[in-house]
């Protein structure tokens, strides 16, 4: 693949960094060799390296290398983006046109891949299953894929863009597909996936017949339960059958006996009337003495009640009577509690004034004693500094200089004159202090005397307080009693009253125990007569016999009519059994060429899983791979050697040993390090030693893959790998890209670095500021 011409427009990538909505990059003209696409940091570089390629992604962005793992909305800043790329491949022109729109209420991607004829026009890609580039993503990346094979692989080989994931990374699976497309049998995978296919397809029919298979086992389970209970039919008739002719055999005895008894009370109809009337006679006084028993204790309820009320009433009234001299004494009571409470009252009042006065005074006095103590602190502060004062105002008296003309105006002294001016108004100060201290302490002292009356002030107030309180309870005491001087006449009245009650109701529970104990006796003498009227009639009773015989032949004939719709119900569930029974031994006649077919379609579909087993990841396709890792190993070497010395070679193992011992299929690198004679895994050596031996093994890929594919790449691309690389390195790194250009015969390679030194060795540059400028 040779990009000729890309063209670029409304990406963040051009607008941020060259401040142009569009760009064109013409590629056609460049020599071959090294190209350097140069600039400062965010000028573009990346942008244009992550689209000089027809995929539809930008590989230094996307989490992994296909179309759904990237969003080029991310990237775009206008309405409307395009992307244009014009490239070769295998003899043949093609062009990738991307076109994006985004008015804001919704969002529409084409992608289109077009060819050019013979006569130089450009027409849409058609692949040999009719598949035509329409627009759609998921076609144009089916005809991308017939051309220049899956991104995986064109990532892996031949673009290295930044934050690319290491080779020493990838899963087993993940390189076991890449190198099978490498290698030319990704076809494999296909046929194996189709050998998969049938087996689920054949699985899927095998699971219906098994099903079946099941479904007639369960029905040859069936019918033997369908047996079994034919038979414990048979026992249930037969036993249904015995038990309905006992009860016939019981039904005909009890008939006969029934017409023996109807054959009795015929002849004595008369006398039967005659006892039927006295039964009903003595129920009727039966009945009637439990009335009257009823109606006793009912009686006896009523007059309980009725006396405990009287009782209460007359409980209530003497005690109210009891307390009637109380009563009477309580109004004079009252009166003199009352007037002796208004005398402790004013009393009070005179106290509380009293108190009121003299705790102001004590405020006062506290006051005065919190004025004197901070006078005292003044005074002595103001006393202190008059001191010091003083001192120094001594000192212009004992100089030497003291009467010369030059006293006044020495500046030694200065400090002096101006404490004797502070002293004098000190010394003022002092004094005040003194006199108003003096004052306060003749204020305090008749307020000392006053003060020592404050605490029986108090006591009097509270012992008052008291005595008012013990008063206003008596006081509502005798009121409460005094209200009640109305009651006891009204008491009088009703004891009166409620004594005459209780004597009525005495005298009426005599009369009703006398009324009651004639009402009794006069029921049991007219029971004794019918007892006597019924024991001179002897005659036998036989209608309650009867009456039990009848219901015990209902009974039998109900049992009959059960022990008959049993046997109809089992011989119609003998019979419905028997006919399933015959219908589902002929469709079991059918079980042993089911299970015949099932056991055929089992060995059909373990040849096509071993098919597809060895079609697949672990079977031909590693094996192949297996093959391919010595000389992918071998590329690799050899430019270690070339480029970098004999200190580094690597070894690629595609199948790691278990812990038991068995081997299994894997992927892994190992570094050998001659000068440490030490062996590690890729992912515990330096980053730049990584960088250099992954950049050899990408490369190394794409070698095998130009000298083994059907059809080669013309150009590589590698996006600021050399970052983390010494002096040194970097240009060993530079003698690896010729390197490797020369082994593969490409044609360029584009690369990005912000190494100069590696720049002015490239054959060739795009300078993306130049692009920037519009030149």
């Known amino acids: 693949m040779r990009p000729l011409k890309l063209t670029l427009a409304g990406f963040h990538g051009i607008r941020d960094g060259m401040h142009r909505d569009s760009v064109m990059v013409d590629l056609s003209d460049l020599p071959a060799g090294l190209i350097a696409i140069v600039g400062p940091n965010g000028t573009g570089k990346t942008t244009i390296m992550d689209n000089l390629h027809p995929y539809p992604l930008m590989p230094s962005h996307a989490t992994k290398m296909s179309a759904d793992a990237f969003s080029y909305w991310d990237h775009l800043c206008a309405p409307r983006g395009e992307k244009d790329l014009e490239w070769e491949h295998g003899g043949k022109a093609y062009r990738s046109a991307f076109a994006f729109r985004n008015p804001g209420k ?57 934050n690319r994931r290491p080779l020493a990374s990838y899963q087993p699976a993940e390189i076991k597909k890449l190198l099978a497309e490498l290698l030319g049998i990704d076809h494999l995978r296909e046929l194996s996936a189709k050998a998969g296919d049938v087996a689920k397809a054949l699985s899927r029919a095998l699971d219906g017949l098994q099903r079946d298979v099941l479904v007639m086992s369960g029905k040859r389970d069936t019918v033997a339960a369908m047996t079994r209970e034919i038979q414990e039919i048979d026992q249930a008739l037969a036993a249904e059958r015995t038990h309905r002719t006992e009860w016939l055999n019981r039904g005909s005895k009890l008939e006969q006996e029934r017409a023996t008894l109807a054959a009795k009370q015929a002849a004595s109809a008369g006398t039967e009337a005659r006892l039927r009337e006295l039964q009903q006679r003595k129920r009727e006084l039966t009945a009637r003495g439990q009335q009257l028993a009823i109606d006793h204790r009912t009686a006896i309820a009523k007059a309980t009640a009725r006396q405990r009320d009287l009782e209460h009433t007359l409980t209530t009234c003497q005690a109210t009577l009891a307390q009637s001299e109380a009563i009477t004494a309580a109004g004079a009571q009252r009166d003199g509690v009352q007037m002796a409470l208004g005398r402790r009252q004013a009393e009070l009042a005179e106290r509380q004034r009293e108190l009121a006065e003299v705790e102001a005074l004590a405020t006062r006095h506290a006051g005065l004693v919190s004025e004197l103590r901070g006078m005292e602190q003044r005074g ?8 010091t004062l003083k001192a120094q105002t001594d000192v212009m008296d004992t100089v030497p200089c003291s009467g010369h ?16 001016g502070q002293y004098e108004a000190q010394a003022i100060v002092v004094t005040n202090l003194r006199t108003s201290y003096r004052d306060k302490q003749e204020a305090l002292r008749p307020m000392e005397a006053a003060l020592q009356r404050l605490p029986a002030a108090r006591e009097a107030v509270t012992s008052l307080q008291r005595d008012i309180a013990r008063d206003n309870q008596e006081l509502q005491r005798l009121t409460a009693l005094a209200a009640q001087r109305p009651l006891l006449d009204t008491a009088a009245a009703a004891l009166g009253k409620a004594r005459g009650d209780l004597a009525a109701l005495a005298q009426e529970e005599t009369e009703r125990k006398d009324r009651l104990v004639r009402d009794l006796q006069d029921v049991e003498s007219q029971l004794a007569a019918v007892q006597r009227a019924v024991d001179t009639l002897a005659v036998t009773d036989v209608t309650g016999l009867i009456a039990d015989l009848d219901r015990h032949i209902a009974g039998i004939r109900e049992g009959v009519s059960v022990a008959d719709g049993k046997i109809e119900t089992l011989i119609r569930r003998q019979s419905a059994l028997a006919t399933d029974c015959d ?11 089911l299970e015949s077919q099932v056991q055929r379609l089992s060995d059909e579909i373990a040849q096509w899983k071993l098919l597809g087993k060895g079609l697949g990841n672990d079977g031909v396709i590693a094996l192949s791979i297996d093959d391919a890792g010595p000389a992918i190993t071998g590329i690799v070497n050899d430019l270690l050697l070339a480029c970098y010395g004999p200190r580094f070679t690597i070894a690629i193992q595609t199948q790691t040993r278990l812990a038991s011992g068995e081997a299994r299929e894997g992927f892994s690198i190992a570094v050998l390090d001659a000068d440490n004679d030490s062996s590690k895994e890729f992912s515990v050596i330096s980053g730049g030693q990584k960088v250099w031996i992954n950049e050899c093994l990408t490369r190394g890929i794409a070698l095998y893959r130009a000298q083994h594919a059907r059809q080669s790449f013309q150009t590589l691309f590698t996006d600021e790998a050399d970052g983390p690389l010494d002096p040194e390195r970097k240009r060993a790194f530079m003698r690896m890209k010729r390197e490797v250009l020369r082994v593969g015969a490409y044609e360029r390679e584009f690369f990005i670095s912000q190494t100069p030194e590696l720049v002015d060795e490239a054959d060739g540059m795009i300078d993306v500021t130049a692009l920037a400028a519009g030149a």
């Not at 002595?380 to 001191?387: D, W």
């Open 583 to 593: 219908r589902i031994e002929r469709e079991l006649s059918g079980l042993p060429a």
């Open 380 to 387: 002595s502060v103001a006393a202190q500094l008059g001191r």
């Open 106 to 162: 919704s969002r529409k991607a084409e992608y289109y891949l077009f060819e050019k004829n013979a006569t130089g026009d450009w027409h849409p890609v058609q692949l040999a299953d009719g598949t035509v580039s329409d627009g759609k993503a998921d076609t144009y990346g089916r005809c991308l894929d017939s051309v220049l094979g899956s991104a995986e692989a064109f990532f892996t080989s031949v673009f290295s863009a930044q």
């Open 405 to 420: 003309p030059m006293h006044s105006q020495c500046p030694l002294l200065a400090q002096a004159r101006e404490a004797k």
